[in-house]
């Protein structure tokens, strides 16, 4: 979801829940770039898909930044928040390590967890 918003934000791609539920979530699944369970396998698809070229910024051999990595102006930023014995929740982040959209409104893992991680995407 929060690659979704990303892709409206630049693109202003239309998206309401009947396209996700009904459309994009059966053709990322079908394409493997999701899993059912909605874990990313290729970001980069995604917002291929979209309309957006980008790169994985990755810093000593990983695409998992610290949470103070410093994104660059334009950036596509997701933010990894945990909360001790819970899964963890990615939210699309401003590009400051801010959240800009929680798909889950006020999540209790944003609210009660600590950013553990981020992943960025360098538009090309």
């Known amino acids: 979801m929060g690659i979704l918003f ?7 791609i239309s998206l309401s829940i009947e396209s996700i539920t009904d ?5 990322f699944v079908k394409r493997q770039w ?3 369970t909605c874990y ?6 995604i917002l291929d898909w979209g309309g957006v070229e980008c790169t994985v910024v990755t ?4 695409h998992r930044l610290p949470p103070d990595y410093k994104c660059r102006k334009g950036d596509i930023e997701i933010l990894f ?16 390590g ?3 959209y929680d798909p889950m409104g006020r999540s209790l893992s944003v ?4 950013l553990i991680s981020k992943r960025v995407f360098r538009q090309k």
């Open 6 to 12: 990303w892709l409206n934000k630049l693109t202003n």
């Open 23 to 27: 459309g994009i979530y059966k053709l």
């Open 34 to 36: 999701m899993t059912e």
């Open 40 to 45: 990313i396998l290729n970001p980069l698809a």
């Open 59 to 62: 810093e000593n051999g990983t």
């Open 81 to 96: 928040f945990k909360r001790p014995g819970h899964q963890g929740h990615f939210v699309a982040g401003d590009g400051k």
């Open 98 to 100: 801010n959240v800009a």
């Open 111 to 114: 609210r009660d967890g600590d």
